[in-house]
């Protein structure tokens, strides 16, 4: 990617007014990808933005390697304390009207900052918008991440999908990328901002918090690149992969931390009672798999107590049934 001179970027960056969009790249010990993703967001089409980037204690070159941008982009250190804490940083230095989030080592299309602001000024009340993105495994793999998280199959032909009360469609198809998703700055205020006690799906936990304070909306276009890096940082595909049980114990979690939102209608609680049964469920698959049927048993009766299924109750009375012998 070219870069652009300094000087012409620092000049167009100097506005009369500020920033319509506040971009926050919380970043650690990344010096390999984080020239990239700046340099992404430098090449944008839409140019009224500023970058906030929060380094989180990192001890390679990261610092050195970011001299080059000079005030072309806000950068603070910090001393190690997550990635929820470091996004935590960027939005109280924010002066946007929204808030724009990427992680240190994804890219974004030319066009992605460009297609969210028509989209928000096409459908005004919206306080929240999402793009559909191409996530890259480490075999090269690709995969629409619409296509991963089941929400794909919403748009029936359409390019854009609004919800005007959005709070259960976004619990139900998660898990979504932050990185992909502009949320007014305001939004966010109200809701709480991301949580600091989560190591894992703290996006998820902010996002459905931002969905009850107004509409959401889904541009179903690829604009950016998320890559899975093969690195110490963890991340939920990883997690989840090595630790079945722990990730999805973790997500049990956080619904359950959703319900205690007081403003939470019927329905919206009710779509919160789905999710965790179909969780407990999913643990309890996992443990008979594991050949260990009567801890198996105790999920499968949380599943039932929490949302009675036919799906949970069926679980439920296998697990008594002897295994069968090959």
């Known amino acids: 990617m070219v870069r652009i001179p300094r000087n012409s970027r620092t000049e167009s960056l100097k506005f009369e ?3 319509n969009v506040s971009v ?36 390679d070159g ?12 806000k950068y603070v250190y910090q001393h190690n304390s997550g990635v929820s804490a470091a996004r935590n940083r960027g939005i109280q230095l924010a002066a946007g009207k929204w808030l724009a989030f990427l992680d240190s080592d994804d890219e974004w299309g030319a066009d992605y900052l460009d297609r969210q602001m028509r989209g928000v000024h096409e ?35 359409e390019d854009y999908l609004y919800f005007e009360k959005p709070f259960s469609f976004v619990v139900k198809h998660g898990p979504w990328q932050i990185g992909s998703t502009i949320i007014l700055r305001e939004a966010i205020n109200k809701a709480g901002m991301f949580d600091t006690n989560l190591t894992i799906s703290e ?10 304070q107004g509409a959401f909306g889904m541009i179903n276009e690829a604009l950016i690149r998320v ?42 609680r009710k779509a919160l009672n789905e999710l965790l049964s179909a969780n407990r469920r999913a643990i309890g698959n996992i443990l008979i798999e594991q050949g260990r049927p009567r801890e198996a048993r105790k999920y499968y009766e949380e599943a039932v107590f929490i949302y009675p299924s036919i799906a949970s109750l069926g679980k439920l009375v296998l697990s008594f049934l002897p295994k069968k012998s090959n």
């Not at 990261?62 to 982009?73: M, Q, S, V």
């Not at 899975?228 to 991340?235: F, G, L, M, N």
């Open 17 to 19: 007014k500020m920033p």
């Open 24 to 59: 926050v790249i919380p970043t650690y010990n990344r010096e390999r990808y984080v020239v990239r993703a700046i340099d992404s967001v430098l090449g944008q089409k839409y140019t009224d933005y500023e970058v906030i980037v929060v380094d989180d204690g990192s001890t």
């Open 62 to 73: 990261t610092k050195d390697k970011l001299r080059i941008y000079g005030d072309t982009i």
């Open 123 to 157: 459908n005004p009340g919206v306080c929240m918008q999402t793009t559909d993105c191409l996530f890259i495994g480490l075999n090269g793999d690709r995969r629409r991440y619409f296509e991963i998280n089941r929400s794909i199959g919403e748009f029936h032909g």
């Open 203 to 212: 996006d998820f936990d902010l996002m459905a918090r931002v969905a009850l």
């Open 227 to 268: 890559y899975r890096r093969d690195e110490s940082i963890a991340c939920l595909t990883g997690w989840a992969k090595d630790n079945p049980i722990r990730a999805r114990e973790s997500d049990g979690e956080i619904y359950q931390k959703l319900k205690q939102i007081e403003a939470l209608s019927n329905k919206e």
